[in-house]
């Protein structure tokens, strides 16, 4: 395919500009991109091999937009999903950590206690000793699934969103719904 095919682009047909951008501004994103736009671009954008050459909106002639409002509102949207998925892998990160302090923690404290009992001269039944360290390693379990794995998926969202940001947006003006027979 050559890199100005038309099939690369994602096309967003509507009939009137309201349907793209709303009056007023969207709390999570700091965009008037209407959510449910921004949540479609995303879909498409994702059951794609690879990501379009660019977005082309078509607008009957009677409606006015420009392509550089229409890059400002997609480019605050995406920044603020893709803030949203940073905050979230640091807060992973962050429980992860956490966790896994609490979890070490134990991990001494359980595992100390043969020792301690033998320092005094007793000792621990081998079921309660075995028991402890089982204990320990089920108690270390979710904060090194945290820190290995869960955080990974949102680095996906990011990387896409960053990609996504870059997206460059064509207005095109189609035939007018209203005007057709």
């Known amino acids: 395919?050559?890199?100005?095919?038309?099939?690369?682009?994602?096309e967003l047909c509507l009939e009137r500009r309201g349907q793209?951008?709303?009056d007023e501004i969207q709390l999570l994103t700091g965009s008037r991109l209407r959510f449910e736009v921004g949540e479609w671009i995303e879909r498409e954008c994702s059951q794609r091999r690879q990501l379009p050459q660019a977005l082309v909106i078509v607008l009957p002639p009677s409606e006015t937009l420009t392509a550089r409002e229409?890059?400002?509102?997609?480019?605050?949207?995406f920044i603020a999903r893709r803030r949203q998925h940073e905050m979230a892998r640091a807060e992973t990160v962050r429980?992860?950590?956490?966790?896994?302090?609490?979890?070490?923690?134990?991990?001494v404290l359980l595992l100390s206690f043969p020792g301690i009992a033998q320092h005094f001269?007793?000792?621990?039944?081998?079921?309660?000793?075995?028991?402890?360290?089982?204990?320990?390693?089920?108690?270390?379990?979710?904060?090194?699934?945290e820190l290995i794995y869960d955080w990974y998926p949102h680095v996906r969202e990011i990387r896409r969103y960053s990609r996504l940001?870059?997206?460059p947006v064509r207005i095109r003006f189609g035939p007018d719904p209203e005007r057709a027979v």
């Open 70 to 77: 229409c890059q400002a509102e997609l480019l605050k949207h």
């Open 121 to 145: 001269g007793k000792s621990l039944p081998e079921f309660l000793s075995e028991g402890f360290t089982v204990l320990v390693w089920v108690a270390l379990w979710r904060p090194a699934e």
């Open 165 to 167: 940001e870059k997206l």
């Open 95 to 107: 429980k992860g950590i956490g966790s896994a302090k609490i979890g070490f923690l134990l991990w």
């Open 20 to 22: 793209l951008l709303s």
């Open 1 to 10: 395919m050559k890199p100005d095919d038309p099939h690369l682009d994602l």
